[in-house]
């Protein structure tokens, strides 16, 4: 029980960690047409989720729950596709690294980026690699989610929805093996165009 009061409040959106203020690229998709409606919003977040966050932010957050590493660490800073989401993983790995020093968990990495802090407090607080890598990701997710019923706008019963649809896949890609890719030009451009976005509510 006490893992599991662990892992809720790693995964947690009250984590104060900032998450809230990213979109990830989805608002600059709602910008551009391409998500309108919560169909094409289950399938935005499916497909960043499958093609970018399943393989190479997993494939890092695997790496760092066997043992922390600087190398890692940067690897994952370079791949980011745009300024913005390189500022994001920093940004709230930053955060947590602070927040995880009031709690007395050390995060040994120079300029962590998020999935670095968060292997870091599973490791520290003794969870599962399955169970901190499907809690990451419903972090992951119920944030797109909250983000698109605020950017599209979606009611909050479509929103649900989508969790549910989506998160019957978490335990599935936290059980693949590693794809060290994050190929979706398609997040990249958008993630780019919304550096330079008139209008908008979210950092990324």
């Not at 797109?144 to 998160?167: F, S």
């Not at 451009?189 to 550096?195: D, W």
Request: proline letters at 4%; glycine letters at 6%.
């Amino acid at each position: 029980m006490n893992n599991l009061a662990r892992l809720l409040q790693l995964a947690s959106p009250t984590l104060p960690v900032g998450a809230y203020s990213y979109s990830q690229g989805l608002e600059a998709a709602v910008e551009a047409g391409i998500v309108t409606d919560a169909a094409s919003a289950e399938r935005w977040i499916a497909d960043v989720l499958e093609l970018s966050v399943g393989r190479m932010e997993l494939a890092v957050l695997r790496r760092q729950l066997e043992e922390p590493a600087q190398e890692t660490n940067d690897l994952f800073l370079a791949a980011r596709e745009t300024a913005e989401l390189r500022a994001e993983t920093v940004q709230m790995g930053h955060s947590l690294q602070k927040l995880l020093a009031e709690l007395g968990v050390d995060v040994p990495i120079e300029q962590p980026a998020f999935p670095t802090a968060y292997a870091c407090a599973a490791r520290a607080w003794g969870l599962g690699e399955r169970d901190a890598v499907v809690a990451y990701l419903w972090s992951w997710l119920e944030n797109q989610v909250m983000a698109a019923v605020k950017a599209v706008p979606l009611g909050q019963t479509a929103g649900q929805k989508i969790l549910l649809a989506l998160g019957a896949r978490l335990e599935a890609l936290a059980q693949a093996e590693p794809r060290w890719s994050n190929l979706a030009p398609g997040l990249a451009f958008l993630s780019a165009r919304h550096e330079t976005q008139y209008s908008r509510l979210f950092r990324s």
